[in-house]
């Protein structure tokens, strides 16, 4: 039976679908799951619901999402009647109340505001202009998510992480210098094409070549990881290859049809690139040729992710 995993803070480009492929290469016994860019900590929620890791370490630099997310964790009443109380006045004048919550946010950050323009906005996905203010427009099609289930979902999640949680808004090779090889970092950086073209999406960029030598620090300590980053569409790949001097193993999850390639008429599948540190491929003691071959149409087929939740 499939278990149910909650999530409140809806975020394009989640992992909520994909943990499920990622969580069976998680080592036992970790003393801290890291998610240096955690956005809405797909993976640690599930990791905490399949009970792969006692204690997590969330970080952002988006100060804003990460005091969202510690209103969810230490006072999950307090905010999930406020989000209520938000989705309730904006009944009759759903447009002009978007706009008004939008400004407040962008005066005051916050956290309720900002999980209601989360819940609200076009398609989930976060667009920040030039002075990181919060300017995406709401999907004028819905009214956000129902109050009841925001509640269950942010009472679930503060059940699974409250008082097991750190939480920080610093760079994240602050939060990779303190990483150990007891934990697991988890890293789900702004990919390579959004930080060339300085995307809306993302608070701020990311350097390849700054992310390749602390990769390679993390390496030389001994600290297993995983890294979600770019990916490809047909025979279309996006960004660098990662230096072959760091020895990941690579996978591909399919993550389904293009919506561009649909919409000029052809069935391009999208691939999203996986990396297992070579540490972490000797702690599972998987054969690197084993690791490449996976591929998400086997449901993860290496390892039963349901036995091991």
């Avoid at 998610?35 to 792969?52: C, L, N």
């Avoid at 996006?238 to 649909?262: F, M, N």
């Amino acid at each position: 039976m499939t278990m149910k995993i909650p999530h409140p803070i809806p975020y394009q480009g989640s992992k909520r679908a994909l943990a499920k492929y990622i969580l069976p290469f998680f080592p036992l016994d970790i003393a801290t799951l890291i998610e240096p860019f955690a956005g809405s900590a797909a993976i640690s929620i599930a990791a905490a619901a399949h009970r792969k890791a006692e204690h997590f370490h969330l970080n952002d630099i988006n100060s804003s999402l990460m005091a969202l997310w510690q209103e969810i964790i230490t006072h999950p009443e307090a905010i999930a009647a406020q989000y209520e109380v938000l989705w309730q006045e904006q009944q009759g004048n759903a447009r002009a109340f978007y706009d008004r919550v939008r400004d407040e946010f962008n005066r005051t950050h916050r956290p309720d505001c900002l999980l209601y323009l989360l819940a609200r906005c076009v398609k989930a996905s976060v667009r920040y202009n030039a002075n990181g203010d919060f300017n995406q427009s709401p999907d004028n099609r819905r009214l956000g998510r129902n109050p009841e289930q925001m509640r269950a979902d942010i009472l679930a999640v503060s059940k699974l992480l409250r008082n097991k949680t750190i939480l920080t808004s610093v760079d994240y090779t602050e939060v990779l210098a303190c990483a150990t090889p007891e934990d697991l970092v988890y890293m789900d950086p702004p990919y390579q094409g959004v930080c060339t073209t300085g995307d809306p999406r993302y608070f701020s960029r990311v350097d390849f070549d700054t992310l390749m030598q602390e990769l390679d620090k993390l390496n030389r300590r001994g600290v297993p990881f995983i890294l979600s980053y770019d990916g490809r569409t047909g025979e279309k790949s996006y960004g660098q290859t990662l230096p072959e001097a760091l020895g990941v193993s690579h996978l591909e999850i399919k993550t389904g049809r293009s919506t561009q390639a649909t919409l000029l008429g052809r069935a391009d599948m999208t691939y999203e690139s996986v990396y297992l540190s070579r540490n972490l491929v000797e702690m599972l003691r998987v054969a690197p040729a084993e690791i490449i071959a996976f591929h998400a149409d086997h449901q993860a087929a290496l390892f039963d992710f349901e036995a091991m939740s």
